[in-house]
């Protein structure tokens, strides 16, 4: 299992995505933003985002994972673990465009 160790604490994603503290806790309330707290403070994915923005797809990924009873923590696992049915991570391949893929390699967890 490879993963992407990069994770961004709250003030890095402030200045990242310019917006404030509120509101990064909004993004990641409302699944726009997969967020752990299991080393602390929150912190997201680096993998999550792109150009400055959430990745699109996410949050639709996401709800798919949550709604077939896994944590926050063990989707945020899956997606940055290399797939192989994708031939690379979910995060990867959603920020390739391949979210229809993405979404029916999380439904096999099913």
């Known amino acids: 299992m490879t993963q992407d160790s990069t994770w961004l604490s709250v003030p890095e994603l402030v200045t990242i995505l310019g917006q404030p503290v509120g509101r990064i806790h909004r993004l990641v309330e409302e699944h726009r933003l997969p967020g752990s707290r299991r080393n602390g403070p929150l912190q997201v994915p680096a993998a999550a985002i792109r150009d ?17 009873g896994l944590t926050e923590d063990e989707a945020i696992d899956w997606m940055l673990a290399e797939d192989d049915a994708l031939g690379m991570t979910p995060f990867a391949a959603m920020r390739a465009g391949q979210k229809a893929a993405v979404r029916r390699a999380a439904q096999l967890l099913g």
Do not use: A, I
Request: charged share 25%.
């Open 52 to 68: 400055g923005e959430p990745l699109p797809d996410l949050k639709g990924t996401l709800l798919v994972l949550l709604d077939l």
